[in-house]
């Protein structure tokens, strides 16, 4: 089992920053693949960043690319998201997922966090 819990949410203004957190207990972190999703009101679950287990792939989607960084410590036990130049459409719960192996695909996320709420105030 693999606990995660998420952090660093909260409201900005547009044009903004936040860094979320991601800590993890339980098996081994490093083993894992994580991953960074996202769930607006009304509107589907997205992945929006992925990294592989030691950092060496990563996938962004469209919506975040560029304005995005997704990293690790492994020594930490903690997935980071960077996000940049914040807009109103970037407002959801932001949840952090683990899986094993490497796939830029938003499946077989096995571990969940109980996610963190992002706002975007224009």
């Known amino acids: 089992q693999v606990q995660l819990v998420e952090s660093g949410g909260g409201l900005v203004q547009a044009g903004g920053s936040l860094r979320l957190s991601c800590a993890a207990s339980?098996?081994?972190?490093?083993?894992?693949?994580m991953g960074w999703f996202r769930q607006a009101p009304g509107k589907e679950r997205e992945l929006v960043a992925a990294?592989?287990?030691?950092?060496?792939?990563?996938y962004y989607a469209d919506s975040v690319k560029g304005r995005s960084t997704i990293s690790r410590d492994n020594t930490k036990n903690t997935v980071y998201l960077q996000m940049n130049g914040l807009t109103p459409e970037d407002t959801a719960v932001y949840y952090c997922?683990?899986?094993?192996?490497?796939?830029?695909?938003?499946?077989?996320?096995?571990?969940w966090g109980q996610g963190t709420q992002v706002t975007v105030s224009s």
């Open positions: 339980g098996r081994t972190f490093s083993s894992y693949a």
């Open positions: 990294t592989s287990w030691r950092g060496t792939f990563t």
């Open positions: 997922a683990a899986r094993s192996g490497w796939s830029p695909t938003a499946t077989a996320y096995d571990y």
